[in-house]
């Protein structure tokens, strides 16, 4: 006994306790203890037992001869590490549920609901949920003296601009908003009304996109808020909404959409806009400055956002309304297109701003045009650390190895995440962590879960068989020849 607590690295008198039933191990005692023994980890637990530890459940399903199966639950957010298992056990994880990050330390691999991974589990490595839960079924073959394949790629090239954005005429008879579209289409850093949420989100990005990372004051503020207790909708179990709160204003292009909305809604001289998922309500408030006489109403199913909101909430669009607006919502949203139609009257409005990836033939397709989109934000931040990685991945992404791209994110991803995990909040930080809701956003975007981005083409083409006709096209920010942020204006026939 105590040659054996001495190799699993616990006192005899625990050890003893867990061996007469009056503690319960954790998942990594056990490993310990089999490794230790030489045996598997399924000689140590009865079949069906689950065993659970900082939000991962494992239950053993099947033993026979050299093989193991379990089924593995990962809470959101959870991770397990695991130290190398003795008997040299070929892994293999099919997802059956969400989205998981499997394998190697040095090399693991991203997979969701329906794909499969493998590879040797006789050295240190990882299972990290993506977004939210995630189930899979883990196969362990031992003995199998298999080692995994590990493939390297690294290309730094820099990448040039691509694609070029719409301006705005200046001659509006409202002198915030017209500093506003000055500003925007020559990108120049504001002077006045920097007490505005809507200049310190655009002077924090240009100061930052020209080379001098920059935080707005609102994300310094929002540090005061406590995060939610629970998540209860589908958003929030994908997303932290905490996270969400603090450091989506660093996104590139944030501040400017609601500038273009401000424009469209003041051109067409609207009065009443109810804003659909407004989240943290930052646009919402913008919009106000610019627009103070237009009325502004929320509808937000995240009772997190809607306790902080200072704008009115309503449960649901009214019917017959005459002016719909959305921020970065469209793609989350299922049947968006479908819901707005069925809420606006005969002439009125729907303006969408949201994110747009390049045209696509095929699912190989979309993916591809998922990471370069994504990858281009983050490419835009003059931040050095982690960019030959993000720029191997673009690469790769943009020569058609999906896969690979993939694979390099996996790793950049979870070496982010154990970064922020040992905490710091300096302003390299802070974009560290827009960076993970950024590769967030990537990683379920590929797997299609919560994030259904599509192009502008589809969009437009899906809401005119629905019959809302496009009335006004621009593009923000451009991350590619046709994808990037777009304002697309609609009028309900």
Known sequence: MSQLARLVGMSKSALWAVEQGRVSPTISTLWKVANALGVTFGELVEQSLYIAENGVEVRLIERRNNKEVYLMRLGAGATRYADPHENSPLEVVHVIEGAMIVGPLDAPKYVWEGETAKFYGGEPHLYM???????????????????????????????????????????????????????????????????????????????????????????????????????????????????????????????????????????????????????????????????????ISCVESSPFFKKLSLIQMLDDVPADTSAVVSFGASHHI???????????????????????????????????????????????????????????????????????ALDILAKTYHDISRELGEGGDDVEKAFLHFYKLELTSLL??????????????????????????????????????????YVLVFRKL
């Open 129 to 295: 949920a993506v977004g939210g839960g995630a189930v899979a079924v883990v196969t362990m073959f031992y003995h199998s003296q298999r080692r995994s394949v590990k493939r390297w790629y690294l290309n730094a090239t820099p990448i040039a601009p691509e694609g070029v954005r719409d301006l705005l005429e200046p001659d509006v008879n409202n002198e915030i908003l017209a500093y506003a579209i000055s500003a925007v289409n020559k990108r120049r850093l504001p002077e006045r009304y920097l007490d505005l949420l809507l200049f310190d989100v655009l002077f924090a990005e240009y100061n930052t996109l020209t080379g001098r990372l920059t935080l707005p004051k609102a994300v310094v503020q929002a540090r005061s808020v406590s995060p939610p207790q629970a998540r209860t909708t589908s958003f929030e179990q994908n997303f932290d909404v905490y996270e969400y709160l603090l450091y989506e204003p660093l996104h590139p292009g944030y501040a400017e959409q609601a500038v273009y909305v401000a424009y469209e809604l003041y051109k067409r001289g609207v009065t009443d806009i109810v804003s659909v998922a407004c989240g943290p309500a930052y646009h919402e408030r913008m919009l106000a400055e610019l627009l103070p006489g237009v009325k």
């Open 334 to 404: 299922e049947n968006f297109l479908e819901w707005m139609s069925s809420k606006l009257k005969s002439g009125g409005l729907l303006i969408v701003a949201d994110e747009f990836i390049a045209d696509y033939n095929g699912e190989q397709e979309r993916r591809r045009n998922v990471v370069t989109h994504h990858l281009r934000y983050l490419l835009d931040i003059p931040l050095k650390r982690y960019r030959v990685e993000l720029l191997s991945a673009y690469h790769a992404a943009r020569g058609g190895r999906v896969r690979l």
């Open 444 to 485: 379920l975007g590929v797997a299609y879960i919560e994030e259904r981005m599509t192009s502008a083409e589809k969009f437009v083409g899906a809401a005119s068989a629905l019959g809302l006709r496009l009335a006004a096209r621009y593009r923000v920010y451009p991350t590619g020849r046709e994808s990037g942020t």
